[in-house]
Nanobody, 125 residues
Framework: QLQLVESGGGLVQPGGSLRLSCTAS????????IGWFRQAPGKEREGVSC????????IYADSVEGRFTISRDNAKNTVYLQMNSLKPEDTAVYYC??????????????????WGQGTQVTVSS
């Protein structure tokens, strides 16, 4: 069974930083684009960032460009999301998801087939 597990969420003050991790079990992330998504209460799930299977290609939502950085360590079967200069509007449940091998990066949730359970990020003073 394909399983993704997110970790690293928590409560942080505005302007602070967090690093989220997404680790896979039961399959390798090596050949799959991996995306980070978030969903705030009452809002639709939105794409935050995605990284290509080999890592050189990344895409970001306009709202996080320049503040968030996605990276991957295939040896550890893990993808990271470094979040800096956090704002209250970044508060949401953050999910990682894997796309089928061979596809390009995407920010559309419909393009991803395997999802983690999510980790809460709260930005508040």
């Amino acid at each position: 069974q394909l399983q993704l597990v997110e970790s690293g969420g928590g409560l942080v003050q505005p302007g602070g930083s967090l690093r989220l991790s997404c680790t896979a079990s039961g399959f390798t992330l090596d050949y799959r684009p991996i995306g980070w998504f978030r969903q705030a209460p009452g809002k639709e799930r939105e794409g935050v960032s995605c990284i290509s299977s080999s890592g050189p290609n990344t895409i970001y939502a306009d709202s996080v460009e320049g503040r968030f950085t996605i990276s991957r360590d295939n040896a550890k079967n893990t993808v990271y999301l470094q979040m800096n200069s956090l704002k209250p509007e970044d508060t949401a449940v953050y999910y990682c998801a894997a796309r089928s091998p061979g596809w390009y990066p995407s920010l559309s949730p419909a393009d991803f087939s395997s999802w983690g359970q999510g980790t809460q990020v709260t930005v508040s003073s």
